[in-house]
């Protein structure tokens, strides 16, 4: 019988594409949207297609046990045997859209079958522990986006919010519980899926060319940055100069990533300061962040489109 362990979805607040350049990154666990591991009935398509997908990536696994996955003990027949028994990863959390669907699924594997596994439910892990977590995972989650950092399986497995300071000095962070004011954050649904390794690669071009790769180390960085240190201090007003800032540099140098039809959307935010958006994840599709001072001014403006609150001030 599998124990229950759910697994949330995550939200990366900061850092999307930074982190790959080392600025900061703050990302936390989102409730709203998680997946377990379960056994069920073969002659549901939705769990038979599930069952499949993980007999896939079982597959994958057996590959790398002997590979970049040697170390980590991975109880393989077990996971293989519970597939051939109708497993499969019961879960809410939305497919490329940018909130950990993959995360969820690698944590919930790492979690029951892997035998040394660092296990976070009875004491907090060291950094060390953090780094070599993040780097098992990431390569677990490799098989599902190319090279994965390892920091969304991260805060699905921790199930805590996570201060990315480099990519060798991570934490865990408390952050400023959410208020009951006006302002807040919330997720803009685009209507599309997005994929992830497409626009990592078009990002890894980007950086090819000296101007870009100059205002993803100077502006980029530090706006980024600033962002989290004002959040984390529960600091809106700095937060919201250096949010408006940041939207504007993605609008005007990742327009890739920005689905086409909210490109509008995104500029009308930045001219009436009703609201700011930012990319929730690779981008491309899926959900965007967006941040607010007021709420019902950023309902009006954005009428016609779905937003779900997942933070107040």
């Known amino acids: 019988m599998i124990k229950d362990a759910l697994f949330f979805s995550k939200i990366l607040l900061f850092g999307e594409y930074g982190i790959i350049q080392d600025s900061m990154g703050l990302s936390i666990p989102y409730g709203a949207y998680r997946g377990e591991l379960k056994f069920g009935d073969q002659a549901c398509s939705e769990q038979a297609k599930s069952n499949g997908h993980l007999c896939d990536y079982l597959a994958y696994l057996k590959q790398e046990s002997t590979g970049s996955l040697e170390t980590l003990q991975l109880n393989l027949a077990a996971f293989e045997e519970d597939i051939q028994k109708g497993m499969y990863f019961d879960s809410t959390i939305p497919q490329g859209f940018g909130v950990g669907s993959s995360g969820a699924l690698v944590a919930a594997i790492y979690d029951r079958y892997v035998q040394n596994k660092i296990d976070s439910s009875e004491t907090e892990p060291t950094k060390d522990q953090l780094?070599?977590?993040?780097?098992?995972?990431?390569k677990m989650e490799s098989y599902f986006h190319g090279k994965s950092s390892g920091i969304d399986p991260l805060i699905c497995y921790l199930r805590l919010p996570?201060?990315?300071?480099?990519?060798?000095?991570?934490?865990?962070?408390?952050?400023?519980?959410?208020?009951?004011g006006e302002g807040a954050i919330f997720l803009l649904n685009s209507g599309q899926p997005g994929e992830t390794q497409p626009m990592v690669n078009i990002f890894m071009e980007k950086m090819k060319q000296e101007g870009f790769r100059n205002m993803v180390k100077h502006q980029f960085?530090?706006?980024?940055?600033?962002?989290?240190?004002?959040?984390?201090?529960?600091?809106?007003?700095?937060?919201?100069?250096?949010?408006?800032?940041?939207?504007?540099?993605?609008?005007?140098?990742?327009?890739?990533?920005i689905p086409n039809r909210f490109t509008k959307v995104w500029k009308e935010g930045l001219e009436s300061n009703a609201y700011y958006l930012k990319l929730c994840g690779s981008g491309g599709g899926g959900f965007i962040l967006g941040f607010t001072e007021n709420l019902e001014a950023a309902k009006a403006k954005l009428?016609?489109?779905?937003?779900?609150?997942?933070y107040r001030f």
């Open 303 to 310: 009428q016609g489109h779905e937003l779900e609150v997942i």
């Open 131 to 138: 780094i070599q977590l993040k780097e098992s995972l990431g």
């Open 162 to 180: 996570i201060l990315i300071k480099s990519k060798q000095d991570i934490g865990t962070v408390g952050i400023p519980e959410s208020g009951v």
């Open 221 to 257: 960085k530090k706006y980024n940055d600033e962002c989290i240190k004002s959040f984390l201090k529960g600091d809106t007003k700095p937060l919201f100069q250096n949010l408006k800032e940041l939207s504007g540099l993605i609008l005007e140098n990742f327009s890739p990533m």
